[in-house]
């Protein structure tokens, strides 16, 4: 697949304001998103983590520093990489297959589950679970339950993108009692089929979770709305679908210069903690005020009943800034519930995001927002995938988000190791960047307070001058198209920057 992006060029920030440090955990140039991030239970020291394509990144200090590994399969691997340990410290690896000996997309014909031991010295087990002549396996996730039994759940396609009413899609389900070695026949666990189109009307974005008498529970999103399903027999067999709640115009969230924008729901059951016992919680995003917001319902009577709707991100109501790519953690140790997204509250544009993390230390009632980016990173353009999803862990208080950011047409992992929970909105460095994007030239400033700016933009022969007085987080915007190169000049008090942005496209 060609990504393609404007081309970008960024200050270093100065004047660290507040201790938010994010450590880079790639170090290969390979596009890499749809991050997953895992914390050993037994050992919170070892951290692993996952991206696009088949990278694998593991720490033994806590996530500090990372070292890189590009892994291997019998069964190929083709994306949708995600990371697991179980309560006793094992390591699960889970992706799509690759069938060499079909094209893309019917080579996915299968999931993928490795187990391995942290630093990848030695894979257990390489199971390619699902097979089904003719389909297509695809987005799966991993889930164990206090026993150490592993389940997976995912999307299957009659035909991948087949606009034939007659092709479906379902979501589907398997386990293993023996720690990855062997797998059970996969069974359908839906029972409304959605459409193969891969999007709003699609049955996909299955996770699972169990609570701690052995119940599972599957939840997914297709045709505006979120399903359940429940199985009381440890995964033999499951019930009838449930809708919980409504999904406003999909999660396919259409976002101004991002590819695509997912709203699919993540859940997990608190079932090792006593305060508030087996409440399974629900996340997800959706459009209903206009913009893109993140929401969680809970449950605490195994999925009969399910509490309302509860916005997570803390920004105005229908503000027109979005808030996408959800993902939740529960910490074992004290039932705290975290919720990391991408967030553009802090772009009158929409032109830059921003991450943040929503915490909860009651049940999921009230929810203290954190900006846990020191400086917002351009969005990548309308035209690049950005990934499907981000990823958060919590092990004894130690909360470690994992997410994408882009940075000089160069996609970059960073990890958040010494995440400091803050109510605080303010930008945590100073600094100017600028992108241009679909023939707009967008600059971010972030200021000192009440100090006069000079902004001179040269292109074409032509110059432009903006003069202000500092605020914060500041944005301008202006056409950008007929030229190749702009550069710009920011005078700030007594301080003087330099940076050209091009206008080349690049692959």
């Known amino acids: 697949m060609k990504y393609i992006m404007g081309a970008i060029s960024l200050f270093n920030f100065v004047g660290l304001q507040a201790q938010q440090k994010l450590i880079k955990v790639n170090y290969s140039e390979n596009s890499p998103e749809e991050v997953s991030i895992a914390i050993n239970p037994v050992n919170p020291m070892q951290v692993v983590a996952s991206s696009n394509i088949n990278n694998y990144y593991y720490s033994v200090d806590g996530g500090i520093t990372w070292k890189e590994k590009q892994m291997e399969s019998?069964?190929?691997?083709?994306?949708?990489?995600?990371?697991?340990?179980?309560?006793?410290?094992?390591?699960?690896?889970?992706?799509?297959?690759?069938?060499?000996?079909?094209?893309?997309?019917?080579?996915?014909?299968?999931?993928?589950?490795?187990?391995?031991?942290?630093?990848?010295?030695?894979?257990?087990?390489?199971?390619?679970?699902?097979?089904?002549?003719?389909?297509?396996?695809?987005?799966?996730w991993l889930n164990t339950d206090l026993n150490g039994n592993?389940?997976?759940?995912?999307?299957?396609?009659d035909k991948y993108k087949s606009k034939n009413p007659n092709d479906h899609s379902r979501i589907r389900f398997s386990q293993s009692k023996n720690?990855?070695?062997?797998?059970?026949?996969?069974?359908?666990?839906?029972?409304?089929s959605g459409d193969c189109l891969d999007g709003d009307s699609t049955m996909e974005g299955a996770t699972s979770c169990a609570d701690s008498k052995g119940n599972i529970y599957v939840c997914w999103s297709g045709m505006n709305n979120l399903w359940l399903d429940k199985s009381i027999d440890g995964g033999v067999s499951f019930g009838t679908d449930k809708v919980i709640a409504r999904q406003v115009n999909g999660w396919d969230?259409?976002?101004?210069?991002?590819?695509?924008?997912?709203?699919?729901?993540?859940?997990?059951?608190?079932?090792?903690?006593?305060?508030?016992?087996?409440?399974?919680?629900?996340?997800?995003?959706?459009?209903?005020?206009?913009?893109?917001?993140v929401f969680?319902?809970?449950?605490?009577?195994?999925?009969?009943?399910?509490?309302?709707?509860?916005?997570?991100?803390n920004d105005p109501l229908g503000n027109g800034a979005d808030q996408f790519s959800n993902n939740l953690s529960i910490d074992a140790s004290s039932g705290n519930v975290y919720i990391l997204f991408y967030d553009k509250r802090n772009s009158n544009t929409g032109a830059y995001l921003d991450v943040y993390l929503a915490s909860s230390d009651d049940g999921g009632s009230t929810w203290k927002n954190s900006r846990i980016t020191p400086k917002p990173f351009a969005?990548?353009?309308?035209?690049?995938?950005?990934?499907?999803?981000?990823?958060?862990?919590?092990?004894?208080?130690?909360?470690?988000?994992?997410?994408?950011?882009?940075?000089?047409?160069?996609?970059?992992?960073?990890?958040?190791?010494?995440?400091?929970?803050?109510?605080?909105n303010r930008p945590l460095m100073e600094g100017v960047q600028a992108v241009i994007l679909n023939d707009s030239l967008y600059i971010h400033f972030v200021f000192p307070e009440k100090k006069k700016?000079?902004?001179?933009?040269?292109?074409?022969?032509?110059?432009?001058?903006?003069?202000?007085?500092?605020?914060?987080?500041?944005?301008?915007?202006?056409?950008?198209?007929?030229?190749?190169?702009?550069?710009?000049?920011?005078?700030?008090?007594?301080?003087?920057?330099?940076?050209?942005?091009?206008?080349?496209?690049?692959?």
């Open 74 to 140: 019998m069964n190929g691997i083709w994306g949708d990489p995600m990371v697991h340990f179980d309560s006793k410290g094992n390591l699960y690896f889970a992706h799509l297959g690759k069938n060499p000996r079909k094209s893309f997309p019917n080579w996915i014909d299968k999931m993928v589950v490795q187990k391995i031991n942290v630093r990848y010295d030695t894979c257990f087990y390489d199971i390619g679970i699902g097979y089904h002549e003719g389909r297509v396996q695809d987005k799966e």
């Open 253 to 293: 969230i259409p976002v101004k210069h991002i590819f695509r924008a997912n709203g699919m729901p993540f859940m997990l059951c608190n079932n090792r903690n006593s305060k508030f016992k087996d409440r399974i919680y629900v996340n997800w995003a959706d459009t209903r005020n206009g913009d893109a917001d």
């Open 379 to 424: 969005a990548p353009g309308s035209t690049v995938f950005f990934g499907d999803y981000i990823d958060i862990d919590a092990v004894e208080g130690k909360i470690i988000p994992v997410f994408t950011a882009n940075e000089n047409t160069n996609f970059v992992v960073y990890a958040a190791p010494f995440v400091a929970l803050s109510s605080t």
């Open 296 to 313: 969680i319902k809970y449950s605490d009577d195994g999925g009969e009943n399910w509490s309302e709707d509860q916005r997570v991100n």
């Open 179 to 192: 720690q990855g070695a062997t797998w059970s026949e996969s069974l359908t666990v839906s029972d409304v």
């Open 453 to 507: 700016f000079v902004l001179t933009i040269s292109f074409n022969g032509t110059k432009k001058v903006i003069t202000g007085l500092g605020n914060g987080e500041q944005e301008f915007v202006m056409n950008a198209r007929g030229f190749r190169e702009a550069k710009i000049t920011l005078k700030n008090g007594f301080r003087k920057k330099k940076l050209t942005v091009l206008n080349q496209p690049t692959n």
């Open 150 to 157: 592993v389940f997976i759940s995912w999307t299957e396609f």
